[in-house]
């Protein structure tokens, strides 16, 4: 099987749609021989933040001399880029091979007269094989989407648990209270192993804390109020927390305090566990995280920003980075997103800060809210609005814009849609790409 082939295949499989449960996973990797009770592993739910504190983490685990796995979801730039160990991304050659593979494990689940597997359940289970073969001595595995019933969930072998921001996403799937959606994500907390949890609302950390209780495990709240000397930049930032001063990340956006915040108190908790962690390997961590898509500038003259802000607590934490990195600027949006995401609530946080705004419709997604729908909703909060099919045409004139005035431009929403936006700028012969 060739890499297209393979990429074919799950493209048949995408078909599928969200599929909650761990039915079909359980029995797909029991197929394969159970590849994850082999992993030790870091598991991160929440709704905001996730790949963030999985890229603090697993960047912190790396500089501390640990072979880390990374399964992220989803992706910005490439689809191989899901699966890393030491931030490599997995090779065409693995993919296919292990396509291979779990594509003869479905025949026989078929045999069985067992369902099909979900694409996220086989791209799971793939890097489930992945991180076996690379002798990973840890992984950072976020989960797709809730918790409970998530593929991930099947793991068994979780030494630290991970739960970021948790905010309104995903109702139709996980409720419409942050009650109910906190009962899904705190799913994932297993019997004495230890939790770490981003400051949340008190109906949610209540929920949380329940179910700590109730599993013997130890939950420690990462309060990034009780960070000291922070320092907000638009590239460079820096907070200080306990004995620790001055600790340099390199992630744009206020919201990465808190991420860095919760990340901290995960390397402590990771060093009572008996990972061997110093001060130096964590700064080192810290200063050399990167992850594109959040408040990231590819571009400095004149400046391009992406953001996946794409749904209101995203929107909310984006606006406070305008406000705070972005001051007395004209900013050219570009903005894409999802029809089943509380966009509205999205634009109404963001546009009254932008001078004018592009919507685009993001290619390839069945999801994808029409440019023209979301055009009329952004009427409402920005006088200067037009709708584009072209996601070049919208680069180029924003950024022709922004020379004119010295202005930036800032695009945000979908991931998928922000990897396009990327790829244009990419292509525009006269700028220079900060990864």
Request: contains cysteine; hydrophobic residues 40%; proline residues 3%.
């Amino acid at each position: 099987m060739t890499y297209e082939e393979a990429r074919s295949y799950l493209e048949e499989m995408n078909k599928t749609g969200i599929v909650l449960g761990l039915e079909s996973m359980e029995h797909l990797l029991a197929e394969l021989g159970n590849p994850q009770d082999q992993l030790k592993f870091i598991h991160i739910a929440g709704t905001n933040g996730k790949g963030s504190v999985l890229a603090y983490l697993s960047t912190i685990l790396k500089e501390a001399g640990y072979r880390v796995g990374r399964y992220i979801s989803p992706t910005l730039f490439s689809y191989r880029e899901r699966i890393q160990v030491n931030e490599e991304y997995i090779s065409r050659e693995a993919v296919s091979c292990y396509v291979e593979k779990i594509k003869q494990a479905i025949e026989r689940m078929r045999e069985k007269n067992m369902p099909d597997p979900t694409i996220f359940e086989v791209e799971t289970a793939m890097a489930f094989l992945h991180f076996v073969d690379q002798n990973c001595d840890i992984v950072v595995l976020e989960t797709g989407m809730g918790g409970d019933t998530d593929a991930t969930n099947v793991i068994r072998t979780t030494v630290m648990e991970v739960i970021v921001s948790i905010s309104k996403d995903h109702t139709a799937f996980l409720g419409n209270t942050l009650a109910e959606i906190a009962g899904h994500k705190a799913g994932i907390i297993k019997p004495g192993t230890v939790v770490v949890s981003a400051k949340q609302a008190p109906e949610a950390m209540a929920v949380l804390e329940e179910k700590a209780r109730s599993c013997n495990a130890v939950l420690k709240v990462a309060d990034w109020e009780q960070a000291e000397d922070i320092r907000y930049g638009l590239e460079e930032q820096s907070f200080s927390y306990g004995h620790d001063r001055d600790i340099c990340i390199y992630l744009g956006g206020s919201y990465q305090i808190k991420n860095a915040v919760t990340a901290y108190i995960g390397v402590q908790a990771l060093r009572e566990l008996g990972y061997s962690i110093s001060e130096e390997q964590m700064r080192q961590g810290f200063a050399k995280t990167r992850w594109n898509g959040r408040f990231t500038v590819l571009q400095k003259d004149p400046m391009v920003i992406i953001d996946g802000a794409h749904n209101p607590d995203g929107a909310a934490e984006l606006e406070k980075s305008i406000c705070q990195c972005l001051k007395n600027k004209e900013i050219y949006a570009i903005c894409g997103v999802f029809r089943d995401k509380e966009y509205d609530q999205v634009l109404h946080c963001i546009l009254p800060h932008v001078k004018s705004v592009i919507t685009i419709q993001t290619p390839g997604n069945p999801r994808a809210l029409p440019a023209k729908e979301l055009a009329e909703a952004a009427k409402q909060y920005c006088p200067q609005v037009h709708a584009e099919k072209n996601i070049e045409k919208a680069v180029q004139e924003s950024v022709e814009q922004a020379k004119r005035s010295d202005g930036v431009v800032l695009a945000f929403g979908s991931l998928s849609f922000l990897g396009e936006i990327r790829k244009a700028i990419n292509e525009r012969k006269t700028v220079v790409i900060y990864d």
